[in-house]
Antibody, heavy 125, light 109 residues
Framework: DVQLVESGGGLVQPGRSLRLSCAGS????????MSWFRQAPGKGLEWVAF??????????AYAASVRGTFTISRDDENSVAYLQMNSLQPDDTAIYYC????????????????WGQGTLVTVSS | EIDLTQSPATLSLSPGDRATLSCRAS??????LAWYQQKPSQAPRLLIF???NRAAGIPARFSGSGSGTDFSLIISSLEPEDFAVYYC???????????FGQGTRLDIK
C-alpha cells in the first residue's frame, strides 16, 4: 500500500524557517512526482508546489503565494520529499499535506491519488 | 490563472437523495478536472479524475461529467457516509498549476 508520512510541523515565529518532510513507501518513489498542498484552519485546499521526477529533469513549480520563499526538493535514495519554508508569516498557518499522483507528458501530477495525514504548521509570536 | 466556483456552497439533503454539485471555471483552459471528498480531520480523498473517471475503490454512485467551463459531480443515491465537503480541482496543462474550488458542504437534512 502507498503510504505518505509528513513530519516537521510545529509552532514557529514569524520570519523564521521550517522544513517539512514527507516519507514515502509502498511505491517506486524515484518514478513518482510529488506535491505539497495546504489547508488553513477552517478553509479550503490550496496547492503549494510540485516536483517532477529526475527523468523529467526534477524541476519544480510553485503557487504564486509561495514562489520565492518555499522550495520543494526530493531525495530519491531515501524516498523523502521536502518543503523548505522561509520567511514564514501567520497566513502560512495550515495543515500541510504531501501527495502523489499520476502525471502527464509534462511530468507534473494532474491530481492527488494518495495523501499523507498532514502536519500542522502554526506561525505565531 | 483559472478560477473555479463551486455551487451551492452548502447542500442539505437526505440519505437516498440525488446530489448534484457544480464547478464552473472562469474560462476554458486545457487541463484536467478532478473531484475530492474530505471529512473532518481527514486528508482529501480522490473521487473522480479527468472529469469522469472514478478513482480506484470509489463506488459507482459517484459520477462526474462536464466540458468547457461547466463540470458536475453527481451522487446518485446518498449514503450516510457521503456527507462531507467536496472540492473540484483543475490542473492546467501549461504553465502547470493547480487550482481548487472553494468547496461544497453536503449536510444531512
Amino acid at each position: 500500500d502507498v503510504q505518505l508520512v509528513e513530519s516537521g510541523g510545529g509552532l514557529v515565529q514569524p520570519g523564521r524557517s521550517l522544513r517539512l518532510s514527507c516519507a514515502g513507501s509502498g511505491f517506486n518513489f524515484g518514478t513518482t512526482s510529488m506535491s505539497w498542498f495546504r489547508q488553513a484552519p477552517g478553509k479550503g485546499l490550496e496547492w503549494v508546489a510540485f516536483i517532477r521526477t529526475r527523468a523529467y529533469g526534477g524541476n519544480a513549480a510553485y503557487a504564486a503565494s509561495v514562489r520565492g520563499t518555499f522550495t520543494i526538493s526530493r531525495d530519491d535514495e531515501n524516498s523523502v520529499a521536502y518543503l523548505q519554508m522561509n520567511s514564514l508569516q501567520p497566513d502560512d498557518t495550515a495543515i500541510y499535506y504531501c501527495s502523489t499522483g499520476q502525471y502527464d507528458e509534462t511530468g507534473y501530477p494532474t491530481r492527488g491519488d494518495h495523501w499523507g495525514q498532514g502536519t500542522l504548521v502554526t506561525v505565531s509570536s | 490563472e483559472i478560477d473555479l466556483t463551486q455551487s451551492p456552497a452548502t447542500l442539505s439533503l437526505s440519505p437516498g437523495d440525488r446530489a448534484t454539485l457544480s464547478c464552473r471555471a472562469s474560462h476554458i483552459v486545457d487541463g484536467y478536472l478532478a473531484w475530492y471528498q474530505q471529512k473532518p480531520s481527514q486528508a482529501p480523498r480522490l473521487l473522480i479524475f479527468e472529469t469522469s473517471n472514478r478513482a480506484a475503490g470509489i463506488p459507482a454512485r459517484f459520477s462526474g461529467s462536464g466540458s468547457g467551463t461547466d463540470f458536475s459531480l453527481i451522487i446518485s443515491s446518498l449514503e450516510p457516509e457521503d456527507f462531507a465537503v467536496y472540492y473540484c480541482q483543475f490542473r492546467s496543462r501549461w504553465p502547470p498549476a493547480i487550482t481548487f474550488g472553494q468547496g461544497t458542504r453536503l449536510d444531512i437534512k
